[in-house]
């Protein structure tokens, strides 16, 4: 749910590691401020029939000019309907996919002191930590995160993504020139710094597909769309840790809300369940499909589309078992552009339903509040 082009508002408050509480066993009960009282309540579907009912868009189908037409029409329903959907024949090597998941496992895992070579810092929201932290009596997500921006490459921060890759020998062999950077870059470099850059660049163009696929479905000319989630879109990447917690009913994953984002394209790294989505009132559990990519619809699509595609609010929820790893991209539309509702929708619709700004001033507004709910996109509202 974060941004490029607006890096000087990203700030989140440190906060302890949730993982090395469990670790450590320092906890049989759940510390006050991780108790959340506050939580919508809302009952947990158990029909399994609306689980099935979850829309699953085949990527090969939706790039084949035989079968494209009807998969845009489920691509469309599932995007008015639902804000999300599971996609499967991305065209991501499943043993790719084998490999960075291993890898992100095996990140989470370092010991404590690479870790804090990789934590925010003050006024900064990039690398280990949580988001949306904006006061000290807040309540918290039972989760650690790692957060970075991936593209475009000129605004990644150096202390958790290098923007340039040199091999790590040639870094040890000038370690007397690069001594102070060595000892930060070495954990990314040591693991999933190529997997990584990888695996954004197949995501970046997943999602470009997607934004194309949308302009069809909408029958608006592709270029609105093309323009503003072009070459210079924002992708960043969070990597989710949900530790498991001796009293999971007292507190939550991830705080129920919406992306602020275009799309969100989540791969399950490990096979413990806890997202869940909101359908007509209730909670939804989603069982992600094997090597399934989870796309959900953001609040600048809804903006975009002036309402026609919605947004979906969905949190995340831990055991008492198992720890559930993910790793969320989001694509964002590109720096010193405008969020707000696409003219050739708003002269169809006869009205603009939702205000609009540059992303600059979006992410300001977004930084400075709390997680919770639809409730910054309410106040896009008109």
Request: glycine fraction near 6%; include cysteine.
């Amino acid at each position: 749910m974060e941004a490029n082009g607006a890096s000087k508002h990203h700030s989140s408050i440190i906060v302890p590691s949730v993982q090395e509480m469990v670790k450590e066993k320092l906890i049989k009960k759940v510390p006050q401020r991780y108790v959340r009282s506050d939580l919508d309540k809302a009952e947990i579907a158990c029909d399994s029939g609306l689980k099935a009912e979850i829309p699953v868009i085949d990527m090969s189908r939706l790039c084949s000019s035989t079968t494209m037409d009807s998969e845009i029409e489920k691509l469309d329903l599932a995007c008015k309907e639902w804000g999300f959907f599971q996609l499967v024949n991305h065209g991501v090597d499943s043993g790719f996919l084998d490999k960075f998941k291993s890898e992100i496992q095996n990140f989470f895992n370092l010991p404590m002191e690479e870790k804090k070579k990789l934590w925010q810092k003050p006024g900064d929201m990039e690398g280990f930590g949580q988001a949306f932290v904006v006061s000290e009596e807040q309540k918290l997500d039972w989760a650690d995160m790692f957060h970075l921006t991936v593209q475009p490459a000129r605004l990644r921060k150096p202390h958790v993504f290098p923007r340039y890759l040199f091999p790590l020998g040639l870094l040890q062999n000038y370690s007397y020139l690069l001594h102070k950077f060595f000892s930060v870059f070495k954990t990314m470099f040591c693991f999933f710094r190529d997997t990584l850059e990888t695996y954004s660049a197949e995501l970046k163009s997943i999602a470009k597909i997607l934004f194309a696929k949308m302009a069809v479905a909408l029958k608006i000319n592709p270029e609105e769309m093309e323009k503003l989630f072009d070459d210079d879109l924002g992708q960043i990447m969070r990597m989710n840790y949900y530790p498991p917690c001796p009293e999971p009913d007292q507190v939550i994953g991830l705080t129920p809300h919406s992306d602020s984002t275009g799309v969100t394209i989540l791969l399950q790294v490990n096979e413990v369940e806890g997202l869940q989505i909101k359908k007509n009132g209730k909670w939804v559990s989603v069982k992600p499909l094997p090597n399934a990519f989870v796309v959900n619809v953001g609040d600048m699509i809804e903006i975009l589309t002036n309402g026609t595609y919605r947004s979906i609010e969905h949190r995340g929820v831990v055991n008492s078992e198992k720890e559930r790893i993910s790793i969320g991209a989001f694509h964002n539309i590109g720096t010193g552009k405008e969020v707000g509702p696409l003219r050739s929708l708003v002269e169809r619709h006869k009205a603009s339903f939702f205000r609009s700004m540059t992303t600059d001033e979006y992410f300001k507004g977004l930084f400075s509040r709390e997680l919770g709910g639809k409730a910054y996109l309410d106040v896009m509202r008109i």
